[in-house]
Every structure is written in C-alpha cells, then in structure tokens.
C-alpha cells in the first residue's frame, strides 16, 4: 500500500509573502543563491520556504475574490464526514485526520498508485460540495487554496510519524479523528 501525507489550508488564510513564511512560485535569486542565467524555482519540496515578502502578500490581497475561510467545529464536522465517505466510495483508507481552524492535514493509504494531485482534489472537490450544500458557495467561489501539500510516505515509520503528527501536533485543532481512536477532539 501506498500512504499520502496530505494538507490543505482553506482559502485566503496563508498567502504568498505572509509574515510566517510561505512556499511560493517565486522565481528569483535569494542573497545566498549561487548566480545563474535562469531564475530558480522556491517552491520545490526540500527548498527553504519565502521569508515575509509584504509587496507579495498585499498584491495577493488584493487578488482575492472573498474574505479568507474559517472553519467552526460544524463545518469541520462536515468535511469529516465527506472524507469518510469519499474515501470508502474511491476505496481509500484514511489513517488520521485533524481540521483546524485554518487549515488541516489528513492520512491516506491507496492499493493503487493515483496522480496525489488528483487524489486531494477529489477530497477537496467532494468537500466543497458538501459545504456548499450546508452554506452555499463562499464569496471567493472556493473553499481552499490552490494545490496542497502531498507528501508520499516511504515506509511504515514514517506512516506511524504522519500519523502521530496528524493526531497528537497539531495546535488547536477543531477535531481529530482515526479509526482506532475514533473522534478525539
């Protein structure tokens, strides 16, 4: 079996250039970066991410369509569900998963091997349609950010690392949930 890392922020809550750091398409030399004819990409996995770039943020301010999203303990509810459900109908085996107020990150275990990409947009699609069913769609016209992190796990260690960290690191969370444990929070 193949198991997935995966996490998504909710739209508006963590923009390029924000003040914690951010992971962006970014496309320029830092200070310490060797000098090349090329610009160099600073959002590949195992790079540093961006120090605050306050220009950026404000110019992705001011793209946004809507306020940023937050969820509450019912909406977080919701998405649980849908995941649930969405797992068993593609036949996937979520480990973990914790939803916090701005963003959440959840375990998952496939027989087969699917396009990452593919498999967090199909959680996130089936999400949003079960908020949209409850809320109606947001101002923004979407409920997360754009891609997602989706690490692949190597093996049984870092399996039960993901796992741990899902349910037992995550600061404030609305809920958190496995199969073994059942609702945590």
């Known amino acids: ?3 997935w890392l995966m996490s998504n922020t909710y739209y508006g809550t963590w923009l390029p ?3 914690r750091g951010s992971v962006t398409s ?3 030399l830092r200070a310490e970066d060797t000098p090349s004819e090329f610009r160099f990409e600073h959002d590949i996995p195992g790079t540093p991410w961006e120090d605050a770039l306050p220009e950026l943020h404000q110019a992705a301010e001011a793209q946004m369509k809507g306020p940023p999203i937050h969820f509450d303990l ?3 509810e919701i998405v649980l569900a849908q995941f649930q459900e969405t797992a068993g109908y593609r036949q996937r085996i979520l480990r973990a998963v914790s939803i916090m107020y701005n963003h959440l990150h959840f375990v998952v275990q496939v027989e087969d091997d699917p396009d990452p990409r593919r498999m967090l947009a199909d959680f996130k699609a089936y999400g949003s349609r079960a908020l949209n069913r409850r809320y109606g769609k947001p101002p923004s016209e ?6 997602g992190s989706k690490r692949k796990l190597k093996d049984d260690d870092a399996l039960a690392a993901a796992i741990y960290y899902v349910l037992y690191k995550q600061p404030n969370p609305l809920l958190v949930w496995s199969p073994e444990t059942g609702r945590i929070v």
Request: glycine residues 6%; without cysteine; positive net charge.
């Open 26 to 28: 970014v496309r320029d």
């Open 74 to 76: 019912q909406m977080a």
């Open 142 to 147: 979407t409920w997360w950010t754009t891609k």
């Open 1 to 3: 079996m193949r198991s």
């Open 17 to 19: 250039g924000d003040v």
